[in-house]
T-cell receptor, first 115, second 116 residues
Framework: KAGVTQTPRYLIKTRGQQVTLSCSPI?????VSWYQQTPGQGLQFLFE???????NKGNFPGRFSGRQFSNSRSEMNVSTLELGDSALYLC??????????????FGEGSRLTVL | AQTVTQSQPEMSVQEAETVTLSCTYD???????LFWYKQPPSRQMILVIR??????QNATENRFSVNFQKAAKSFSLKISDSQLGDAAMYFC?????????????FGGGTRLMVKP
């Protein structure tokens, strides 16, 4: 069974640009969540999608947005990039629904550098 | 809001020895889940062990076990017979049982080094 796949793995952007990151969950998984990992702030929850609906949202500005498609693949978008957006963006998928204690499976992440 | 604190930024252990990583959390909820995740240098996070707050028995997975003290809001990870492959960042994480979804709150992480 293929794991969580994130693309691209590495990318470099300049301030003011926008970026779109993609995540393909494990087959059959309906929940996809996104996390930002930085040395200063650690791992922070961005948002979670389940069956194409945003179920939870972290405390990030509106420049950060996401969506989920009918095949459960998810994208996140960051507009008007700032230097502080440089981070490793991790995607995680889970099979379960409400109150599920199932395991989160993480991808290897997309390393974004903003110059 | 819940917070998770890992007070040890770095730890080291001799191969085959035992090491304990600390984690404390703050919550007003009574029902929740706690996790330890491992992030090796390749970056892919993997679940090490999980604990349901309503269970008094401490979770165990092979060489990994936890000491869950609900009243003290403490959740430490013990790694026995440490191996070189255990070297990684370890993150403690909290998840509410009252929220539909799988939002995790992570601690700052502990870097574990294993000496041969």
């Amino acid at each position: 069974k293929a794991g969580v796949t994130q693309t691209p793995r590495y990318l470099i952007k300049t301030r003011g640009q926008q970026v779109t990151l993609s995540c393909s969950p494990i087959s059959g998984h309906r929940s996809v969540s996104w996390y930002q990992q930085t040395p200063g702030q650690g791992l922070q929850f961005l948002f979670e999608y389940f069956s194409e609906t945003q179920r939870n949202k972290g405390n990030f500005p509106g420049r950060f947005s996401g969506r989920q498609f009918s095949n459960s693949r998810s994208e996140m978008n960051v507009s008007t990039l700032e230097l502080g957006d440089s981070a490793l963006y991790l995607c995680a998928s889970m099979a379960g629904t409400f109150m599920n204690t199932g395991e989160l499976f993480f991808g290897e992440g997309s390393r974004l550098t903003v110059l | 809001a819940q917070t998770v604190t890992q007070s040890q930024p770095e730890m080291s252990v001799q191969e085959a020895e035992t090491v304990t990583l600390s984690c404390t959390y703050d919550t007003s909820e009574s029902d929740y889940y706690l996790f330890w995740y491992k992030q090796p240098p390749s970056r892919q996070m993997i679940l090490v062990i999980r604990q349901e707050a309503y269970k008094q028995q401490n979770a165990t997975e092979n060489r990994f076990s936890v000491n869950f003290q609900k009243a003290a809001k403490s959740f430490s990870l013990k790694i026995s017979d440490s191996q070189l492959g255990d070297a990684a960042m370890y993150f403690c994480a909290y998840r509410s049982a009252n929220n539909a979804g799988n939002m995790l709150t992570f601690g700052g992480g502990t870097r574990l080094m294993v000496k041969p």
